[in-house]
C-alpha cells in the first residue's frame, strides 16, 4: 500500500502516524534528498545537507516534529526549526535559505487529531511521485548506515524565519492596504501570528478571528472550510473584506462586505484579469482543474484569457504550470499558485494581492468578485458502485452524452470516480439550479443503477 497519498503522508497521529514512522520517513528523506548534486562539494568543504522543519499547532506536531528533527540529524543533517509557520512559508523557507529540502508537520485543513508530513525538495517544490516512491523503498530497508561522531546533524532555532517570509510577501503588492478594513479568520492554525502581522503592516486596519490556538482547536468551526463566523464578523465590524485560511494557510476563501463567500473561482478570475490588464499573466493561460466553475472559464474567454484545465489536485495543476512556464493556477477550493511568488499554494499571498488589487483599483470585493458569474452547480456522490467502469459503461456514457446535448453551451458534466472511496461524482452545471439539480438527479440515478456492486 502507498504511503504518500495526494498531499504527503497524512494520518490519525499516534495512530498510523507515529513518531517511529515519522523518524524513519525523515530518515529516508535524509538519505533520497540530501544526497543531490551538491552532497560531494559539501563533503569536500566539511558541510552537511540541511533542512528547514516546521509545523502547525496541533499538539502531536510537538512530538512528531521532534521524531523529525531527530532522524534527520541522526542522519548527518543539520536541521533549522522554524517553529509554528504556515506551509507556504516553510516551502519559501526551503528556497530562500538554499536548503536541501524541508520538512512541514500538517494535515491541513483536517480536524486536529490528524497530522501529516509534507515533503518539500531544493527549491521549495513538491514532490514528484518518482521521489516518494523512492523515499518508500528506502524505508523497507533495514540496514541504514547511520553516522556517527561529528558527522551526525545539529539542531537549531532558525531564528528570522517569519520575518524573511514577511518581507518577502510584503514585496509582492502593487498597492498598500490604507483605509481597507480587513477581517482575518486564521483557523486557529500556523497563520495565527503571521496573517495579523503581515496585513497590518501592509496598512491595513485588521480585526483578528481564530488566532487563539490551544493544540486541539484548530479548524474547529473557523477557518475556509466554516466561513460563518468570518462573515459575522465582516458584517458587524463593518469591514471592507474577510480572509479565511485553513489550518496550514496553503489557500484562502474570502467574503465581502455582506458576508457574501468569494470561492477560488472567483479568486482566480480577479488575480487573472489583473494581471492580465498588467501585462504580467505568462502567455495570458489561468491553469484551474475540471472541478473549476464554467463561468470561470467563460469570464476568462470574454477577457481573452485561456483556460488549461488538469485534474483535480493542486500537485496537478503545479505540474502543468511548472511544464508550460503558467504563472496563475489554482482551485476552486481556494488553493491559489502564484507562480512569481511562490512555489505551491499560499493563502496569505493570495489574501494579500486580493485585497491589494481592491486598492489598486477602488473596487469593492464584491465589484471584484462580478468578474465571472457562477453558474449554478450540484454534486452528488453515488456510493456502492463500481467506480472502475464509470467511463466504460455504455449505459453511462449515453446518459451523459444526452445531457450534455440538452444542456449546449449553457451548461455542462462531470463525473469523476473517488480516488480513495467506492463512489462515483456526478456534478452538473447549468443556466439555473432547477435544471442542475433535475440533470444531477437523473444521471445520478442510472449510475447507481448501471455500475451497483
Known amino acids: 500500500m502507498r504511503l504518500f497519498g495526494t498531499d504527503g503522508v497524512r494520518g490519525l497521529a499516534n495512530g498510523t502516524l507515529t513518531a517511529d514512522l515519522a523518524l524513519s520517513l525523515a530518515q529516508a528523506t535524509a538519505v533520497v534528498l540530501g544526497q543531490g548534486r551538491s552532497a560531494e562539494a559539501r563533503r569536500a568543504e566539511g558541510r552537511r545537507a540541511k533542512a528547514v522543519i516546521a509545523r502547525d499547532p496541533r499538539i502531536s506536531g510537538e512530538f512528531l516534529g521532534a521524531a523529525v528533527s531527530a532522524g534527520l ?48 525538495a531544493r527549491g521549495g517544490v513538491k514532490l514528484p511521485d518518482v521521489v516518494e516512491e523512492r523515499i518508500e523503498r528506502y524505508l523497507e530497508e533495514d540496514d541504514r548506515l547511520l553516522p556517527t561522531g561529528a558527522d551526525v546533524g545539529r539542531i537549531a532555532r532558525f531564528a528570522d524565519a517569519e520575518d524573511r517570509y514577511l518581507l518577502h510577501l510584503l514585496g509582492t503588492i502593487p498597492a498598500r492596504l490604507d483605509g481597507l478594513h480587513v477581517v482575518l479568520d486564521c483557523a486557529n492554525g500556523a497563520a495565527s501570528g503571521v496573517s495579523p502581522q503581515l496585513f497590518a503592516d501592509a496598512g491595513a486596519r485588521v480585526t483578528v478571528i481564530g488566532a487563539d490556538p490551544d493544540g486541539m482547536n484548530i479548524n474547529d468551526g473557523v477557518g475556509s472550510t466554516h466561513l460563518g463566523p468570518l462573515a459575522r464578523a465582516v458584517r458587524e465590524h463593518g469591514a471592507d473584506l474577510g480572509i479565511a485560511h485553513d489550518g496550514d494557510a496553503d489557500r484562502c476563501l474570502a467574503v465581502d462586505a455582506d458576508g457574501q463567500t468569494i470561492d477560488g473561482d472567483q479568486i482566480m478570475a480577479i488575480l487573472a484579469a489583473s494581471l492580465h490588464e498588467r501585462g504580467e499573466l505568462a502567455q495570458d493561460t489561468l491553469v484551474a482543474t475540471v472541478m473549476s466553475n464554467l463561468g470561470l472559464v467563460r469570464a476568462m474567454t470574454e477577457r481573452g484569457i485561456r483556460v488549461v484545465q488538469t485534474a483535480v489536485g493542486d500537485r496537478y495543476v503545479l505540474e502543468v504550470m511548472n511544464r508550460d512556464g503558467f504563472t496563475l493556477g489554482g482551485e476552486q477550493s481556494g488553493h491559489v499558485i502564484m507562480g512569481a511568488h511562490s512555489t505551491t499554494g499560499d493563502g496569505l499571498l493570495t489574501g494579500l494581492q486580493l485585497a491589494s488589487e481592491m486598492a489598486r483599483t477602488g473596487k469593492t470585493a464584491a465589484e471584484l468578485a462580478a468578474t465571472m458569474t457562477i453558474l449554478p452547480q450540484t454534486m452528488i456522490n453515488v456510493t456502492g458502485v463500481d467506480k472502475t467502469r464509470a467511463h466504460a459503461d455504455e449505459g453511462v456514457r449515453a446518459a451523459v452524452a444526452a445531457v450534455e446535448a440538452e444542456l449546449g453551451d449553457t451548461g455542462r458534466v462531470l463525473l469523476r470516480p473517488s480516488g480513495t472511496e467506492s463512489l462515483v461524482r456526478v456534478m452538473v452545471e447549468a443556466a439555473d439550479s432547477d435544471t442542475a439539480l433535475a440533470a444531477c438527479e437523473r444521471l445520478a440515478d442510472v449510475v447507481r443503477a448501471r455500475l451497483s456492486i
Open 73 to 120: 540529524a541522526s542522519s548527518g543533517v543539520d536541521v533549522y526549526d522554524a517553529g509554528v509557520i504556515p506551509t507556504p512559508a516553510l516551502a519559501f523557507l526551503v528556497n530562500d535559505f538554499d536548503a536541501d529540502f524541508g520538512i512541514m508537520i500538517s494535515a491541513s485543513h483536517n480536524p486536529a487529531p490528524d497530522n501529516g508530513i509534507k515533503i518539500f
